[in-house]
């Protein structure tokens, strides 16, 4: 059995989720080649955990990236590009995100534009200056058809997000980060839409509800659960996923 794929590109990996998914692909039994950790602060208290895990892995490269910030998303091109010499980027995760429980009377116009530029512009800005990367990755003549081996942006989303659901959260509205996690998901739509003759897949992934500093204790799923289940289904899709937004084990979610 392959390695899910030959090299991979997380953001948001000190904490939770991005964490979670840097320690199991290092651990799996056919580890990526290159597993390249990203966070704001990889040196700072907050990116301990990450550099313990590196320093077990030689897999793990640790590599500076505010997602906010265009001179270190670029900054970070260049450090993985050093690193892959011409072999191209082949899966990159926007995991990095913040929530917000501000409700219509605590909402202001300030925590709206520091949600959204995180949760929407923050991952297209990504997958932008990466695209060279996932294109180079994209034209392996070993590769055919579209799968997180050749080439693939995964869009870590919410089914908070989903229109068609629209979930009730009587105690939390959550405007700023339901409406960003919303706007999100036309990014992932129409980068799969664009990028689909590219060689290249875009799907949205519903984590779950999952016990993080996000999700909470009263969350049902632990992060070990949600990881397992997200790079499973990373590991099943093909063409036919392109634009798809799906949960952790897999399913299909309105948007």
Partial sequence: MAALARSVLVTGSNRGIG??????????????????????????????????L?????????????????????????AVGSHLKDQGLNLLINNAGVSSHATLR????????AVFATNVVGPLQVTKEF????????????????????????????KLASLGLCLGVPEAPMYPY???????????????????????????IHPGWVKTDMGTEKAPLTVEQSVRGILT?????????????LDWEGNCLPW
């Fill in 19 to 52: 964490l979670e998914l840097v320690r199991q692909l290092a651990a799996s039994p056919w580890p990526p080649q290159h597993i390249f950790a990203t966070c704001r602060d990889p040196e700072g208290p907050r990116g301990k955990a990450l550099k313990e």
């Fill in 178 to 204: 339901r409406a960003s996690k919303a706007a999100q998901n036309m990014v992932t739509r129409c980068l799969a839409a664009e990028l689909q003759d590219k060689g290249i897949l875009c799907v949205a």
């Fill in 54 to 78: 590196a320093a077990q892995h030689t897999s793990i490269k640790l590599v500076q990236l505010d997602t906010v910030n265009l001179p270190s998303i670029r900054g970070a091109v260049g």
């Fill in 233 to 245: 289904v990373l590991a099943s899709l093909s063409q036919d996923a392109s634009g798809a937004f």
């Fill in 131 to 158: 695209l060279p990367l996932l294109e180079q990755a994209a034209k392996d003549k070993g590769k055919e058809g579209l799968s997180c081996g050749r080439a693939a942006a995964i869009n870590i989303s919410t």
């Fill in 106 to 113: 605590s909402v202001d116009p300030q925590e709206m534009i």
